[in-house]
C-alpha cells in the first residue's frame, strides 16, 4: 500500500498528540517503576522488582485492590440498571420525553471535583441531620455512598446508549411476540434482551472502565476515609487504588512505588 | 523514502519544540523569588519594592500556592531557564528533591540569631527559617471567661480536663472542634504531641523500629479527652468546619494552629479574642508549645547568590524586614524586633523566647507517613474507643518507618 506525503502529514498532528501524551508517558512510567525515581532532578537507579514488593507487601494496597473490585462490580451494576430503566421510561412514549432524557443526562455534565464537594454537603449536612450521622462517617456505607453519587451521574449517559439502542429494535419483531401472545416480562427477556446485547457490550465496558479508573468523586467527597480495620491494621475504608497511587506518589512522595502500582492497575485492568 | 522523510520530519517537530525552552541566559541584576505561601505575597511584594529602592537590585516575586502542586511548579521554572534565585523548601524531603542546587548559607549574617535554620548533614546550612508557626488549642476568650476558665493556668492534662468539665457544665458551648478527617491534624500534629513527650531520645528509638522509647501514659487519655468533647462527628469533619464551629459559637476551641486565627478573623471574630492553650499529657509536654518551621528560603547555588545572599539578610535584619513580618501576621524564626498586634502571635513569641518550646519532631517522619500510618488509627481510636488498640497500632507503626 502506498500512501502518500499528504497522508502522514495529515496524520502527524494525532500521532504527535499520541506519542507524548500516551506512548512517552507510559514508556518512561514503566522504566520509572523499575527505579528509586523521586520525581526530582536525581537520577533514577535500577532497583529491580524492590518497588513492587514494596507495593504487594502493604496491606492497604491488598485492601484498595479488593475495595476498587467490590466497589466496581456494585457501581456496574447499579448503573446498568438504573440507567436500563431510565431508558425504558423514556422510550415508553411519554410527554416531554426529550426534556426527561435531557434531565437524566445532566448530571453527567458537572464535573466530578464540584459534584463530589455539593454530594459532601449534601451528605454531611443535610443527611446527617435527618440521620443522625452522616453516612461518609461509617466504610461500609461510606462505599454505597460513592456507589449512589456514582450512578447518579453516570447512569444518564449510560442511558443514552440504551436509549440508541432500544428505539433500533425494529417493531415488527415486537409485534409478531405480541400476536404471539407474549407477555411483557417474556417480551424484554426472550425479544428485547437478546437484541440488545451489542448495547449491553458497550456499556458494560464503559461503566466497567469507569469504575475502576474512578477518582476525582472519591476523592473530592471522603479523600479516601473514614477508617476502617483490615488484617488488624487500620486503612482507609474507601481508599481504592488509584486514590492509593494518588496518595503514595503525593503524600509519601514515593514517585516509584506509585509508578509500579500504576503498572499493576493496569495489569489488574486488562 | 517517504517513511524515512517523515520520520525525519517528526525529528524537525520535536526540535523545535524543546528548542523553545532552552534558551537559558543569566539575568543581571535581578533576583528572582519563587514563593510558596500565597498568603504572604502582598506583604513580600511590598518588601521587595522597598528593597529595590534602597539597594538598586531588582526583585522579582512570583508566588504559587493555594492547592497548586508547588514542587512541580518550582522544577517547570527551573527547567525553563528562568531558574529562580531564592526559593522555598519544606523540609528534609524537599532538600532531598532539590540538593544539586541548594547553596549552604552557613556565612549568612542571621545564622547568629537563630536555632532554627535547616541543616544537612552534607549539604550544610541550606534553609532559612521564614518564620515559626505553632498549633494547641485556639480558643475564643469570651467562651473561656465565661466558663470561668484561665486560659493561662491550663498547663496539664488534669487542667484541661478540669477546664473542659467547666465549659460543659456552663452549657453554652462543646469545648473543643476536634477533627480525624484531616489526618494532617491527627498524623502529625497530634502524634507529634506523643513524640515530644518521649523526649528526643525516645522519639529517636522509635524511629530506628523500637517503640519502648514512646512514653505513652497518658496519651489516650489526651486524645480520648478530645475525642468526646468534640462538636459533630469527627470522621466528616473538614477544616473549615472545624474553623466554623468555634466562629458560630458551637465550640470553645479547636485543635488547630496559629494560621486558623485567619480564618477565624474573616469568619467574623475578633482576634484580639483568640488565646491558645497547650496540648499536654505528661510533664515533659506541660505548658510547652510545639513550635516549629513550615518552611524555609533556599538560594539557587547556581543563580545570583551573592544578591539572594544580602536580600534575604535584609528580610530577616532590617527595620524593612521586621514590616514586612508585622504586615504578613508572621512570627519571626530569627531573632528580631517585630510588632505583632495578636495574642496568640505574641503568645507563640513569648513561648519561644521563654524556651517553652517542643520541636516539631514529626517532620522528621518519612514524607506523608504520619498521615497515613496514623491518620486512620485515630479515625478509628474514635470510632472504637479501644485504648489498647490504639497505643498497641502506634507502637506497631515504629516497624514500617523505611529509611
Given amino acids: 500500500m502506498k500512501k502518500s506525503k499528504v497522508f502522514w502529514l495529515f496524520l502527524l498532528p494525532s500521532i504527535l498528540a499520541f506519542c507524548l501524551t500516551l506512548l512517552v508517558p507510559f514508556i518512561l512510567g514503566f522504566w520509572y517503576s523499575f527505579t528509586d525515581w523521586s520525581g526530582g532532578f536525581s537520577t533514577p537507579e535500577f532497583v529491580g522488582l524492590e518497588n513492587y514488593q514494596y507495593v504487594l507487601s502493604k496491606t492497604s494496597f491488598h485492601?484498595?485492590?479488593i475495595i476498587t473490585f467490590i466497589f466496581?462490580?456494585?457501581?456496574?451494576?447499579?448503573?446498568?440498571?438504573?440507567?436500563?430503566?431510565?431508558?425504558?421510561?423514556?422510550?415508553?412514549?411519554?410527554?416531554?420525553?426529550?426534556f426527561y432524557r435531557a434531565a437524566f443526562f445532566l448530571p453527567n455534565l458537572i464535573g466530578g471535583l464540584i459534584l463530589g464537594y455539593i454530594w459532601q454537603f449534601l451528605f454531611n449536612q443535610v443527611a446527617?441531620?435527618?440521620?443522625?450521622?452522616?453516612?461518609?462517617?461509617?466504610?461500609?456505607?461510606?462505599?454505597?455512598?460513592?456507589?449512589?453519587?456514582?450512578?447518579?451521574?453516570?447512569?444518564?449517559y449510560i442511558m443514552m446508549i440504551y436509549v440508541t439502542a432500544i428505539l433500533n429494535i425494529p417493531q415488527e419483531v415486537i409485534e409478531a411476540a405480541k400476536i404471539d401472545g407474549a407477555k411483557k416480562m417474556q417480551r424484554l427477556i426472550h425479544i428485547e434482551l437478546p437484541m440488545l446485547a451489542s448495547a449491553f457490550t458497550v456499556t458494560?465496558?464503559?461503566?466497567?472502565?469507569?469504575?475502576?479508573?474512578?477518582?476525582?468523586?472519591i476523592y473530592s467527597l471522603t479523600s479516601g476515609g473514614p477508617s476502617t480495620t483490615f488484617q488488624g491494621e487500620a486503612v482507609m475504608g474507601t481508599q481504592t487504588l488509584t486514590m492509593w497511587i494518588y496518595q503514595t506518589a503525593y503524600q509519601l512522595k514515593d514517585m516509584a512505588s506509585s509508578q509500579a502500582a500504576s503498572i499493576l492497575f493496569l495489569f489488574y485492568l486488562q | 523514502m517517504k517513511k524515512i522523510l517523515s520520520v525525519a520530519m517528526l525529528g524537525v517537530l520535536g526540535v523545535a519544540l524543546t528548542g523553545c525552552g532552552s534558551t537559558a541566559g543569566k539575568k543581571d541584576d535581578v533576583v528572582n523569588v519563587f514563593n510558596?505561601?500565597?498568603?504572604?505575597?502582598?506583604?513580600?511584594?511590598?518588601?521587595?519594592?522597598?528593597?529595590?529602592?534602597?539597594?538598586?537590585?531588582?526583585?522579582?516575586?512570583?508566588?504559587?500556592?493555594?492547592?497548586?502542586?508547588?514542587?512541580?511548579?518550582?522544577?517547570?521554572?527551573?527547567?525553563?531557564?528562568n531558574a529562580p534565585d531564592v526559593f522555598v523548601v519544606a523540609g528534609a524531603g524537599d532538600v532531598k528533591i532539590w540538593k544539586d542546587v541548594l547553596l549552604d548559607m552557613?556565612?549568612?549574617?542571621?545564622?547568629?540569631?537563630?536555632?532554627k535554620e535547616f541543616v544537612d548533614e552534607t549539604l550544610g546550612t541550606v534553609g532559612m527559617p521564614i518564620g515559626v508557626e505553632s498549633y494547641g488549642l485556639i480558643c475564643d476568650n469570651t467562651k473561656l471567661k465565661s466558663a470561668g476558665v484561665d486560659y493561662k493556668s491550663v498547663d496539664s492534662l488534669a487542667k484541661l480536663e478540669e477546664a473542659f468539665k467547666k465549659i460543659t457544665a456552663k452549657g453554652e458551648v462543646k469545648?473543643?472542634?476536634?477533627?480525624?478527617?484531616?489526618?494532617?491534624?491527627t498524623g502529625n500534629h497530634t502524634i507529634n504531641i506523643l513524640f515530644d513527650g518521649s523526649t528526643k531520645a525516645g522519639f529517636d528509638k522509635y524511629m530506628s523500629g523500637d517503640a519502648t522509647g514512646l512514653k505513652m501514659e497518658g496519651f489516650s487519655k489526651l486524645v480520648g479527652l478530645l475525642n468526646e468533647n468534640s462538636v459533630g462527628d469527627l470522621s466528616?469533619?473538614?477544616?473549615?468546619?472545624?474553623?466554623?464551629?468555634?466562629?458560630?459559637?458551637?465550640a470553645a476551641c479547636v485543635h488547630q494552629g496559629n494560621w486558623a486565627t485567619g480564618n477565624l478573623e474573616k469568619n467574623g471574630m475578633d482576634l484580639q479574642n483568640l488565646v491558645m492553650m497547650p496540648l499536654t499529657y505528661n510533664e515533659t509536654t506541660a505548658g510547652n508549645f510545639p513550635i516549629g518551621v513550615p518552611s524555609y528560603m533556599a538560594i539557587n547555588k547556581n543563580g545570583d547568590t551573592e544578591k539572594a545572599m544580602d536580600f534575604l539578610e535584609q528580610l530577616v535584619g532590617s527595620a524593612e524586614g521586621a514590616k514586612f513580618y508585622t504586615e504578613a501576621k508572621m512570627i519571626p524564626a530569627v531573632k528580631m524586633e517585630v510588632e505583632l498586634t495578636d495574642p496568640v502571635s505574641k503568645q507563640i513569641m513569648e513561648a519561644n523566647n521563654a524556651g517553652k518550646a517542643m520541636p516539631w519532631l514529626f517532620t522528621e517522619l518519612p514524607d506523608g507517613f504520619g498521615m497515613n500510618t496514623y491518620g486512620p488509627v485515630f479515625d478509628q481510636f474514635y470510632k472504637t474507643k479501644d485504648a489498647q488498640a490504639f497505643e498497641k497500632a502506634i507502637q506497631d507503626a515504629a516497624a514500617q518507618i523505611k529509611k
Avoid: H, R
Avoid at chain 1, 466496581?72 to 426529550?98: D, P
Avoid at chain 2, 549568612?108 to 536555632?115: R, S
Fill in chain 1, 72 to 98: 466496581s462490580i456494585l457501581s456496574i451494576i447499579m448503573i446498568n440498571l438504573v440507567a436500563f430503566g431510565l431508558a425504558k421510561i423514556v422510550t415508553k412514549g411519554l410527554k416531554l420525553e426529550s
Fill in chain 2, 175 to 185: 469545648p473543643v472542634s476536634y477533627t480525624t478527617k484531616e489526618t494532617w491534624v
Fill in chain 1, 63 to 65: 485492601y484498595a485492590l
Fill in chain 2, 36 to 81: 510558596l505561601k500565597v498568603e504572604m505575597d502582598p506583604a513580600l511584594q511590598t518588601f521587595a519594592k522597598t528593597y529595590t529602592e534602597k539597594t538598586g537590585t531588582k526583585v522579582v516575586v512570583k508566588s504559587v500556592g493555594g492547592g497548586a502542586d508547588y514542587g512541580a511548579a518550582l522544577k517547570a521554572e527551573f527547567e525553563s531557564g
Fill in chain 1, 204 to 217: 458494560l465496558f464503559l461503566t466497567l472502565v469507569n469504575s475502576f479508573k474512578q477518582f476525582d468523586v
Fill in chain 2, 236 to 250: 466528616t469533619t473538614d477544616y473549615d468546619t472545624q474553623v466554623a464551629n468555634v466562629s458560630s459559637g458551637k
Fill in chain 1, 128 to 156: 446527617a441531620e435527618i440521620f443522625a450521622i452522616s453516612p461518609l462517617s461509617n466504610p461500609t456505607v461510606a462505599i454505597f455512598a460513592l456507589v449512589c453519587v456514582l450512578t447518579w451521574q453516570y447512569a444518564g
Fill in chain 2, 106 to 115: 552557613k556565612d549568612a549574617k542571621w545564622t547568629g540569631n537563630t536555632d
